[in-house]
């Protein structure tokens, strides 16, 4: 079989597609049924392409001009690729290019395989990960569930669930390696209060936020708060803390992984979609993105944080590694 991935990453999109698709990869290339795996994405500004030639995958780059016919050439380059190379299974990873452009492409190759985010978006594919629309192609096959979640770094093991009592907790923040929103920054503005001083704070800060250095200089007076302006490796961040603040997406499913609690302010469509699912579940805390940053957030949130630690005991481990191991067992099959 000769697998292909479409994914794009940058200063808008982040980097949690690229992660999880090379994390995807490496299990299908264990295996001997995958004879060729590369990847296809654009050279888009503040890309994570550096993780997939990390890894030493050949990465073929299309035209990332912007034109009226963007989707359409898109199509067209990512079908030349796959013909001259003989792709005959394209796992794509991208919220953007939509249904034509499925359609299109799925005229190249004999198996379309989808990667989503429990969204109700139809798609027109072989196979979908994690989507909750029924109204596909007939012959379309769902693997839909938090064991089909992928974990980027499974090299790390998970927390165990008798920790020590500590005197102070620790919680984490992050927004994404982007933070459009700063997100992150309005936060630090509520925890810096005198209220929140019995917590330590770590906050990660994404390589493409662009006030890193005006968030560290404005917050490194206080002793409780830890601003973290490179990426530490998310291993050590998650023996740090208990909880983790975040939008959701691939790294509270690595929090998770971890059993580390998680309180979610989701953003955008895809995250709010994915939050809805694991409220369903009655997993993890979820919280209005306007309501922790109006008037009473600093009362939400602490109100939140002490319902969580006032927990004695923590949920057995709701999302284990074996995700990527499912998909490519499933796709080569």
């Known amino acids: 079989m000769r697998i292909a991935f479409r994914v794009d990453s940058s200063n808008l999109i982040g980097a949690g597609h690229v992660s999880r698709c090379v994390r995807l990869a490496e299990e299908l290339k264990k295996r001997k049924k995958c004879k060729k795996l590369i990847f296809i994405t654009k050279n888009l500004s503040g890309n994570f392409n550096n993780l997939i030639k990390k890894k030493k995958y050949k990465i073929f780059l299309i035209n990332n001009k912007k034109s009226k016919n963007n989707l359409l050439e898109d199509s067209k380059d990512t079908k030349k690729i796959c013909e001259k190379l003989k ?14 452009w499925e359609k299109r492409v799925k005229q190249q190759i004999n198996k379309l395989v989808i990667i989503d985010d429990f969204s109700k978006k139809e798609h027109f594919c072989d196979l979908i990960i994690n989507n909750l629309n029924t109204n596909h192609l007939k012959t379309t096959k769902h693997l839909t569930g938090l064991k089909f979640i992928i974990i980027p770094d499974n090299n790390f ?4 669930t008798n920790k020590k009592q500590k005197k102070t907790h620790t919680v984490g923040t992050f927004f994404g390696s982007i933070d459009k929103m700063q997100s992150n920054e309005k936060l630090l503005k509520i925890i810096s209060q005198k209220e929140f001083n019995k917590f330590n704070f770590i906050s990660i800060l994404g390589k493409n936020n662009k006030r890193k250095n005006k968030i560290e200089k404005n917050y490194k007076t206080y002793k409780n708060l830890y601003i973290e302006k490179k990426f530490i490796k998310i291993d050590n961040f998650f023996k740090k803390i208990d909880v983790l603040i975040t939008v959701g997406g691939v790294t509270s499913f690595e929090a998770l992984n971890n059993n580390i609690k998680c309180i979610y302010i989701p953003i955008n469509h895809y995250q709010k979609m994915t939050c809805l699912y694991l409220k369903k579940l009655n997993i993890s805390n979820i919280l209005n993105y306007n309501n922790v940053f109006g008037k009473n957030g600093k009362q939400l949130l602490i109100k939140c944080l002490n319902k969580i630690f006032k927990e004695k005991t923590k949920k057995k481990i709701l999302i284990d590694s074996l995700g990527s191991k499912r998909i490519a067992k499933y796709i080569l099959n």
């Open 87 to 100: 792709i005959d299974t394209l796992i794509l990873d991208h919220y953007f290019l939509g249904l034509a």
């Open 157 to 160: 093991k998970q927390t165990k």
